[in-house]
């Protein structure tokens, strides 16, 4: 009897995950570490508390420092501290992480209950309670509430002079909504974003925006303002201008707000190239079955497909020509296997020829920086007004280097684009002196 309990004893053991760490030392009631050879008590009714507590400290664990780095995360998201003891399960904290994990990956809450998610998470952890859609869109806003006090206690406690960035649009259900984002450097010189409203409005006019941005403001506590960027709506000037007289009657703007208006320097760039790219004939195939047919008999190595181009994006129009010259022969070839898409093309400015495909690759290149720049300036985890200066004249002199072009069409293009380039910039009275400061200061 004692030969068959001290059995049941090490099966018992042995189904601890310890036991893939250590060896058992026959009748010494003693494990061995498999990375550092130490020898642990294990006697019965003793546990692998022992082990647990050697291999968090076992120095020559290969996943030690891995270890120590998810315990460091897991205290920073749950808000407890580091700590080397054995990790316990925390329904609490789990529940705060599958709200966290929701959120980043912007998953729908539906997913809380399906059957392949149940099966997954009983797997990996049984203990785990997986709560039904509703109570996880609680514990969402419940987050939610709880980083928004902690960020208003900070607007409170360090009044940081914060730099706004905001945008309206129209939903296809034809309601309007603006997002107010602030960007400010904390204590320890980080760029931080922090979106503080994203809410419906009942208009676009200029004293809706500038009194649902001071009520938001009043909101958070934020009155130290430096700058608010915008787009080049005639309404948003004037909701700038509303915003400026409630700023200066809270003494808070700097130089009694010349600096508070900024351009979307974004939005300046995509109408340049709009006014540009007006009399360009853009042709392109939208029977994409017949199309993909087409690469692949002309034997065309390249994994995408053209884009199509977007009316609202001019970003479109360049990487849709920038694909679409590389099936210049798929292209060719469908004209002759879809008489359907020869008959379309032929009712506009005909279908596309070789005269077309050579512009295509001569006006690729300017478009090009005018891409590259614009996503340079879009970034908002980085600071981007010490090269805007240098952004702004260097297109200036790529479009006054194509006005000299000995192609007409390219010279008109790029004459379009001075125009436009002139209405925003042509004046320094009309540019934020901030954007030259802030070339003349980078280190």
């Known amino acids: 009897m004692s030969s068959s309990g001290d059995s049941n004893v090490t099966n018992r053991r042995r189904r601890s995950t310890m036991w893939e760490h250590f060896k058992e030392i026959p009748n010494q009631e003693k494990a061995e570490c498999l990375y550092c050879g130490a020898l642990i008590g294990c006697a019965s009714g003793q546990g692998t508390s022992s082990m647990h507590h050697h291999l968090a400290r076992c120095k020559e664990y290969p996943y030690a420092d891995a270890g120590k780095r998810q315990r460091s995360a897991s ?6 501290s580091s700590s080397s ?37 009983n797997r990996i952890q049984p203990k785990f309670l997986i709560p039904s859609r509703n109570t996880l869109r609680h514990d969402c806003y419940d987050l939610y509430m709880e980083e928004r006090s902690k960020l208003k206690k900070y607007f409170s406690e360090t009044s940081p002079r914060v730099c706004l960035t905001t945008d309206t649009w129209t939903s296809c259900q034809n309601l309007s909504y ?42 958070w506590g934020i009155h130290s303002v430096f700058s608010i960027t915008v787009d080049n709506a005639s309404s948003n000037d004037l909701g700038v201008q509303y915003l400026k007289k409630i700023l200066n009657s ?44 087409c690469v692949e008999l002309e034997n065309i190595e390249s994994k995408s497909l053209v884009c199509l181009d977007v009316e609202t994006r001019w970003n479109s129009t360049y990487l849709m020509l920038e694909s679409a010259l590389k099936f210049e022969k798929a292209f060719s070839n469908m004209e002759f296997r879809d008489s359907k ?41 980085y600071v981007t007004s010490n090269n805007m200066a240098k952004d702004v004249y ?50």
């Open 75 to 80: 205290s920073q998201v749950v808000g407890g």
């Open 85 to 121: 003891s054995p990790w316990k399960f925390d329904q609490d904290a789990s529940r705060k992480d599958l709200a966290i994990m929701f959120i980043l990956s912007e998953f729908p809450f539906k997913l809380v209950e399906h059957e392949g998610f149940h099966r997954f998470v």
């Open 178 to 219: 603006m997002c107010l984002t602030a960007h400010f450097v904390d204590a320890d010189w980080k760029l931080q974003k922090k979106i503080l409203n994203f809410c419906q409005i009942s208009g676009h006019s200029a004293e809706i925006i500038g009194k649902a941005i001071e009520k938001c403001l009043t909101d």
């Open 250 to 293: 809270w003494n808070s703007l700097l130089l009694r707000g010349e600096l508070l208006h900024m351009r979307c320097y974004d939005h300046i760039l995509s109408l340049i190239v709009r006014d540009g790219l007006k009399d360009i004939n853009n042709s392109i195939p939208t029977r994409l079955r017949k199309f993909k047919a």
């Open 341 to 381: 898409y020869a008959q379309e093309l032929s009712k506009g400015k005909g279908l596309p020829i070789s005269e077309d495909w050579n512009y295509a690759r001569r006006f690729l290149p300017f478009l090009k920086l005018f891409f590259d720049t614009t996503i340079k300036v879009s970034g908002s985890s």
């Open 394 to 443: 260097g297109i200036y002199m790529m479009i006054e280097r194509y006005r000299g072009n000995e192609e007409q069409s390219l010279q008109e293009m790029a004459q379009r684009m001075k125009t436009k380039f002139h209405k925003y910039f042509g004046n320094v009275n009309n540019i934020n002196l901030t954007l030259f400061i802030a070339c003349i200061l980078d280190p």
